[in-house]
Nanobody, 123 residues
Framework: VQLQASGGGLVQAGGSLRLSCAGSQRASSGYSISWFRQAPGKEREFVAV????????FYADSVKDRFTISRDNAKNTVYLQMNSLKFEDTAVYYC?????????????????WGQGTLVTVSS
């Protein structure tokens, strides 16, 4: 069972990046997929979640209207399109898979985690 996050990098403030989370079929089949992030010295925080069928999507207030989560179940891949990036978006971004849950914003709701990809936004 594996999740592989990729797409991070260095970008100037105001720029865009697209992260990808590729999962083995077992890791992602039927599961909700979320993105969390952890900045240096801070706790891991919820960013966005999408359910298996894509019918439910939620965002953290800090990224709403700037980030878009989507998934391609045929490719077992979830994307996070990040636009209008800010310095405070700098963090390691993790994708996670787990059963659909009302506690979608809690890390403990997720069973599988990717290794993380670093996003650095220069001001």
């Amino acid at each position: 069972v594996q999740l592989q996050a990729s797409g991070g990098g260095l970008v100037q403030a105001g720029g865009s990046l697209r992260l990808s989370c590729a999962g083995s079929q077992r890791a992602s089949s039927g599961y909700s997929i979320s993105w969390f992030r952890q900045a240096p010295g801070k706790e891991r925080e919820f960013v966005a979640v999408i359910t298996w069928g894509g019918g439910s999507i939620f965002y953290a207030d800090s990224v709403k209207d700037r980030f878009t989560i989507s998934r391609d179940n045929a490719k077992n891949t979830v994307y996070l399109q990040m636009n209008s990036l800010k310095f405070e978006d700098t963090a390691v971004y993790y994708c996670a898979a787990g059963p659909k849950s009302r506690n979608y914003d809690l890390a403990r709701s997720y069973r599988y985690w990717g290794q993380g990809t670093l996003v650095t936004v220069s001001s």
